[in-house]
């Protein structure tokens, strides 16, 4: 997987001021779209496309300061087919337009080369185990939110304790499948984890595929497939986090499998009563690499 993404890394510099073929690329090295840009957004901390548009713009920038050719000249050479459109490009990495830049020389914000690298902990096991699950239903209260790095993201919490207590044990009573317990299920997410971008938060349950829903519920159905499961125990929300991210830097990178397009699913197995600690499994669906 790293010699993948330094591939890809190396495609980008070659082809910098033309279209990206990444399912191309991807089908080359074995392995998906879908895969690769989501591992390369958990471990370059951008999506693809945002260290596309700040390395085009970085090296625009070169030809902005030194002032040989017009700004059109350049839009077009970095392929854009107006200067309003690089302009607005140019503005939103560097903070200022291309015509103060050339009159000010700056402010420039560069974006070096990205380079890919192994190392070495797994200090700490991970709990993990793959389960091969027959097509199976999730149901609940959905909702469309938009995706956010860091912190609690305001729109699911607000989803979440608009229901009433009694609908959470409803909930909880309708599942009889794995992954068991009332469920954070995440559908529909870019691949290249775009923040801001919307994606399908549901907070509900599994039950088999044959299962009547009642009416007033959502639902996803999931077909057959496989899934790697990791358990987690310990401070909430910071040890489900942290096994989250571990499973693209450490998981991921020594394991014969890459993630295949489904929900991602938490399952809250145990928690203490004020929520600081919690046995958690995190579900994503997996394939063979």
Known sequence: MISALNRLVDLVEEHLTEELDVTGLAGALGTTEYHLRRMFSSLAGMPLSEYVRRRRMTVAAADVVRGADDLLSIAVRHGYGSTEAFGRAFRAVHGAGPSDVRRDGGPLRTQPQLRFRLTVEGNIPMDT??????????IGHAARVPLIHQGVNPHIQRHVTALPPEEHSRLKALGDTEPEGLLQVSDDLDPDGTEG?????????????????????DAIEVPA????????????PQALQQAWAATATEWFPANPWRLRPGPSIVAVLERADDFSTATCELWLPVEPA
């Open 129 to 138: 185990r793959i389960a091969d699950r027959p097509a199976f239903r999730l």
């Open 197 to 217: 971008s919307e994606l399908t938060y549901l907070h509900g349950v599994a039950v088999s595929a044959n299962t009547p829903a009642p009416g007033d519920l």
């Open 225 to 236: 497939g496989r899934w790697a499961v990791f358990r987690t125990t310990g401070p909430h």
